[in-house]
């Protein structure tokens, strides 16, 4: 832990409101109901940063390369959309 002690506070708050998602901002950017957020994390399809009951937190980037993924799947299985 000692190596984050040199960050200041204002930088990690700052990243934390820029690169961290809770899971309903999660759920809104994906465009997926809760329990298809379950499966995934359940499934190993992505990985929450970290996790306390009920409460995940995900890595905004980790978020946008699965958006970009589901996009390129929803073409290829649902193309009339």
Do not use: H, N
């Amino acid at each position: 832990m000692k190596e984050f002690e040199y960050i200041k506070p204002e930088l990690k708050r700052r990243f934390i409101r820029e690169c961290v998602l809770t899971s309903p901002e999660a759920i809104e950017l994906l465009e997926i109901s809760r329990p298809r957020l379950s499966k995934m994390i359940k499934d190993g399809k992505i990985e929450p940063a970290k996790k306390s009951g009920a409460i995940s937190l995900f890595l905004k980037d980790d978020v946008l390369k699965k958006k970009e993924e589901l996009i390129l799947l929803r073409k290829q299985y649902r193309p009339w959309e």
